[in-house]
T-cell receptor
Framework: EDQVTQSPEALRLQEGESSSLNCSYT??????LFWYRQDPGKGPEFLFT???AGEEKEKERLKATLTKKESFLHITAPKPEDSATYLC??????????FGQGTELSVKP | GAVVSQHPSRVICKSGTSVKIECRSL??????MFWYRQFPKQSLMLMAT?????????EQGVEKDKFLINHASLTLSTLTVTSAHPEDSSFYIC????????????????FGPGTRLTVT
């Protein structure tokens, strides 16, 4: 069964305290792993797509990496405006996105 | 990035009435649109997938007669919640995947801002 598990469920950081979010997945034929940011009451905002193990992508303070079993979203020197829920999703061969439960990140000044 | 809009952003309706939610891709043509619902503190659950000009494909457990989906053009899809009940109250989010491909040869998927439905 295709499955995505994110950890931790919630993460509280001090401003400037770097950390990583984990996304473990099992899927029969990965067609892309996606990271989204979701603010309360809003739709998910696209961050990254990774397609093959070893691939890395960066955007400002965020860096996403991918292995055959998991992906990490590294946050370097986070700021309060980085507070949000971060969603990981995998695309199946059928084209569907399977989402994890998300990690709720809170960055305190 | 590509922009997807939804209307309305919030709607309150009485039990037994029907509500229509619109989803538009503003700067690209969407061959495929997806409808999700999200309960508080939970992740997105796919309800249905629709391709322009075709009938929607519903996920297991989603009533197709209750959640009517129309994808009449490459920029517009609608979700109609018929005979709404309080348990249909949720956050409904649409997503669109475009005709064009990214540099990796894949189609990216973009989400709308969501519609908060409250059935009283």
């Amino acid at each position: 069964e295709d499955q995505v598990t994110q950890s931790p469920e919630a993460l509280r950081l001090q401003e400037g305290e770097s950390s990583s979010l984990n996304c473990s997945y099992t899927v029969s034929g990965l067609r892309g792993l996606f990271w989204y940011r979701q603010d309360p009451g809003k739709g998910p905002e696209f961050l990254f797509t990774l397609y093959s193990a070893g691939e890395e992508k960066e955007k400002e303070r965020l860096k996403a990496t991918l292995t055959k079993k998991e992906s990490f979203l590294h946050i370097t020197a986070p700021k309060p405006e980085d507070s949000a829920t971060y969603l990981c999703a995998v695309r199946t061969p059928g084209g569907k996105l399977i989402f994890g439960q998300g990690t709720e990140l809170s960055v305190k000044p | 990035g590509a922009v997807v809009s939804q209307h309305p952003s919030r709607v309150i309706c009485k039990s037994g009435t029907s509500v229509k939610i619109e989803c538009r891709s503003l700067d690209f043509q969407a061959t495929t649109m997806f409808w999700y619902r999200q309960f508080p503190k939970q992740s997105l659950m796919l309800m249905a997938t629709s391709n322009e000009g075709s009938k929607a494909t519903y996920e297991q457990g989603v009533e197709k007669d209750k959640f009517l989906i129309n994808h009449a053009s490459l920029t517009l899809s609608t979700l109609t919640v018929t005979s709404a009940h309080p348990e249909d109250s949720s956050f409904y989010i649409c997503s669109a995947r475009g005709l064009g491909v990214s540099e990796t040869g894949m189609h990216e998927q973009y989400f709308g801002p969501g519609t908060r439905l409250t059935v009283t």
